[in-house]
C-alpha cells in the first residue's frame, strides 16, 4: 500500500478494476462483461461483483438493463471556472467523491524553475507531494505541489487539503496565475490515470499567492482531456472612440 493510502473494501477494489479494464477505455452504451465472466475474471464472489457493479452504477459510470446486463454510461465532464477552489470542491459542486492517493510526499532542494516563481533560492528546502486525485472511483488528475516550508508547522498532512491547510496556518491563497497548455501524457501519468500513452492532457500550472503578495505553492496538476475542460467568461475592453 502506498504512503497515505487508505484501506478499501474488497467490492471497491474491484469496482476500480472494472472501472480500469473497461469503463475507462470503453465506448459509451457498450456492455460489460457478465457479472459471471467478472467472477472468474477476478476470483471472488458474485455478491463482491454485484456490489461492485451497484457501486459503480450509483456513481453514474455505468447503467443495468433488467435481463441485458450492464453498459458504460454517457460519461459526465467536469467544467472548471476560473476561480480559486480546490480540486476537493470542484468535484463536491458537480455530485462527485474527491479522493487521493499519495505517491510521493517528501522535503526536496526546489528545482531552478520551480525557486523562480516561489521566491526563493534554488535548492531551498520544499515540500513536493505528487498525488492522483480521483473523481468516485475514476482518476481524473495527475498533481504535484511544491510549497514553501514556512506555512508548516512539521510536515503536511498530504491526504487531506492542501488548500485548508495554508489558510489555517494563515497562508490563505486569494490570488493565482494559472498557465493552461496541451500535453501528451508520459508513461508514469498515462499509466496513473488510466489512459493510453501520449493521449491527451490539459496541463494547468498555478501558482498561489496570499493577500499580501507571497507565493506558497506552486503546482502542477495534468488533467485528463477526456473529462475535464475550463470554462472561461471574458469581457471586451471598452476603449475611448470605440
Given at each position: ?11 471497491r477494489?474491484?469496482?476500480d478494476?472494472i472501472?480500469?479494464?473497461f ?14 465472466e ?48 480546490s ?16 505517491i510521493?510526499?517528501?522535503r526536496v ?11 526563493v ?15 468516485d ?7 504535484r505541489?511544491?510549497?514553501i ?13 492542501l ?11 486569494t ?10 501524457l508520459?508513461?508514469?501519468v498515462?499509466?496513473a ?15 498561489g ?5 507571497r507565493a ?8 485528463r482531456?477526456d ?11 471598452e476603449?475611448d472612440?470605440n
Amino acid at each position: 500500500m502506498m504512503k497515505g493510502q487508505t484501506a478499501q473494501p474488497l467490492f471497491r477494489k474491484i469496482a476500480d478494476h472494472i472501472c480500469a479494464d473497461f469503463v475507462s477505455h470503453g465506448t459509451e452504451h457498450s456492455a460489460i462483461p457478465t457479472e459471471r465472466e467478472l467472477t472468474q475474471r477476478y476470483g471472488v464472489s458474485r455478491d463482491t461483483i454485484r456490489r461492485a457493479l451497484t457501486f459503480l452504477n450509483e456513481r453514474g459510470l455505468i447503467y443495468t438493463r433488467p435481463g441485458a446486463g450492464s453498459f458504460i454510461a454517457t460519461r459526465r465532464s467536469v467544467h472548471k471556472k476560473p476561480q480559486i477552489t480546490s480540486f476537493t470542491q470542484d468535484m463536491a459542486e458537480r455530485g462527485y467523491r474527491a479522493t487521493s492517493e499519495v505517491i510521493e510526499s517528501r522535503r526536496v532542494p526546489t528545482p531552478q524553475q520551480i525557486a523562480a516563481h516561489l521566491g526563493v533560492q534554488p535548492g531551498e528546502p520544499v515540500f513536493e507531494i505528487v498525488r492522483l486525485r480521483r473523481a468516485d472511483s475514476s482518476p481524473m488528475a495527475f498533481e504535484r505541489a511544491y510549497l514553501i516550508t514556512a506555512a508548516f508547522n512539521g510536515e503536511p498532512d498530504p491526504t487531506g487539503s492542501l488548500d485548508e491547510q495554508l489558510t489555517k496556518a494563515g497562508y490563505r491563497i486569494t490570488t493565482a496565475t494559472e498557465n493552461i497548455s496541451a500535453v501528451a501524457l508520459n508513461e508514469q501519468v498515462a499509466m496513473a490515470l488510466r489512459q493510453p500513452l501520449s493521449a491527451p492532457g490539459l496541463r494547468v500550472f498555478r501558482v498561489g499567492f496570499t493577500a499580501a503578495g507571497r507565493a506558497v505553492e506552486a503546482t502542477e496538476t495534468i488533467y485528463r482531456a477526456d473529462r475535464y475542460d475550463f470554462e472561461l467568461e471574458i469581457r471586451r475592453e471598452e476603449r475611448d472612440g470605440n
